[in-house]
């Protein structure tokens, strides 16, 4: 008995073609994706120099605060050990021995000299102050006339020492203002007067010596009387016949044209003079 073939079984169709589509899906390819370099974010550069600045700036401030404490420290302690004061100035006497304005009324012309006696005393015990030259000068008080000008040495104050020295101010036919010079100078009675003495001074310590600096010396209230003006020369007279008779005596004029002296003393105040460029402080 020969054997039954049955046909092989055909295999299911895809789901396309099993729907009745009939085309077959496409197949699909890869693509590879596009390779884009990234830059470093921009919010962690920004707290990296904000974290930078912070610290640069937290370690500067240290510092000068550890300045500010060390300098204080040191002030502290060079107080403690020196108890450092201020040179002390006193105008001791003041003569005005001459004095001419004249009587122009749009430009009057000045001629006078002051002399000063001044008084310097070092209050400190361990402290030396060491003088430039001092230049000084004056003027009316009310109105800033200037009555002229003068320079005098500089030298070394010794600690606890006084020195006096002298000077004279003087001005040669020097043009004024009217308004000013006809109410501030007076020919006769006394008017008050401004000196001003300007110089750079240093300090030192024993072997250790600081920068000059520059100080004021300002001394107001100070009263000057002009010399009283000699009395005119006598005139001869004559008698009835015309012969001429003997001028009378001149009078003692020794006492009437000796100017008047200020003893009273002006105590002067001591400012220290800053200067940064071009201003002055």
Same mark, same amino acid.
């Given at each position: 008995m020969a054997d039954r073939v049955y046909p092989a079984a055909k295999p299911n169709p895809p789901p396309a073609m099993a729907s009745g589509g009939g085309v077959p899906p496409k197949p699909q390819m890869y693509q590879r994706p596009i390779y884009r370099p990234q830059g470093p974010a921009k919010g962690k550069r920004g707290r990296s120099c904000r974290c930078s600045f912070c610290c640069t700036f937290c370690w500067a401030l240290l510092v000068i605060v550890l300045l500010a404490v060390f300098a204080a420290a040191a002030g502290g302690v060079f107080y403690l050990l020196y108890r450092p004061q201020r040179p002390s100035f006193t105008v001791s006497s003041v003569r005005l021995t001459s004095f001419n304005l004249s009587s122009s009324a749009t430009a009057p012309v000045l001629t006078d000299t002051i002399q000063l006696t001044v008084t310097a005393k070092n209050p400190n015990k361990k402290l030396v102050y060491f003088y430039d030259d001092f230049s000084f000068s004056a003027a009316t008080a009310? /109105? @800033?006339?200037? *009555?002229?000008? +003068?320079?005098?040495?500089?030298? =070394?104050?010794?600690?606890?020492? #006084?020195?006096?020295?002298?000077?004279?101010?003087?001005?040669?036919?020097?043009?004024?203002?009217?308004?000013?010079?006809?109410s501030?100078?007076?020919?006769?009675?006394?008017?008050?007067?401004?000196?001003?003495?300007?110089?750079?001074?240093?300090?030192?310590?024993?072997?250790?010596?600081?920068?000059?600096?520059?100080?004021?010396?300002?001394?107001?209230?100070?009263?000057?009387?002009?010399?009283?003006?000699?009395?005119?020369?006598?005139?001869?007279?004559?008698?009835? /016949? @015309?012969?001429? *008779?003997?001028? +009378?005596?001149?009078?003692?004029? =020794?006492?009437?044209?000796?100017? #008047?002296?200020?003893?009273a003393a002006h105590s002067c105040t001591v400012r220290v003079r800053v200067k940064i460029g071009r201003w002055t402080f």
């Amino acid at each position: 008995m020969a054997d039954r073939v049955y046909p092989a079984a055909k295999p299911n169709p895809p789901p396309a073609m099993a729907s009745g589509g009939g085309v077959p899906p496409k197949p699909q390819m890869y693509q590879r994706p596009i390779y884009r370099p990234q830059g470093p974010a921009k919010g962690k550069r920004g707290r990296s120099c904000r974290c930078s600045f912070c610290c640069t700036f937290c370690w500067a401030l240290l510092v000068i605060v550890l300045l500010a404490v060390f300098a204080a420290a040191a002030g502290g302690v060079f107080y403690l050990l020196y108890r450092p004061q201020r040179p002390s100035f006193t105008v001791s006497s003041v003569r005005l021995t001459s004095f001419n304005l004249s009587s122009s009324a749009t430009a009057p012309v000045l001629t006078d000299t002051i002399q000063l006696t001044v008084t310097a005393k070092n209050p400190n015990k361990k402290l030396v102050y060491f003088y430039d030259d001092f230049s000084f000068s004056a003027a009316t008080a009310a /109105n @800033g006339v200037p *009555l002229g000008d +003068a320079t005098v040495p500089g030298f =070394a104050h010794q600690a606890g020492n #006084t020195t006096i020295f002298t000077t004279t101010i003087a001005a040669a036919a020097v043009t004024v203002d009217p308004s000013g010079a006809g109410s501030d100078l007076k020919k006769s009675g006394a008017f008050s007067v401004s000196v001003d003495a300007d110089t750079r001074a240093g300090v030192k310590v024993g072997s250790l010596k600081t920068r000059k600096m520059g100080i004021q010396v300002r001394c107001d209230g100070i009263k000057v009387t002009p010399p009283s003006q000699p009395p005119p020369a006598p005139k001869k007279a004559k008698g009835k /016949n @015309g012969t001429a *008779l003997a001028p +009378a005596p001149a009078l003692d004029t =020794a006492e009437t044209t000796t100017a #008047t002296v200020s003893t009273a003393a002006h105590s002067c105040t001591v400012r220290v003079r800053v200067k940064i460029g071009r201003w002055t402080f």
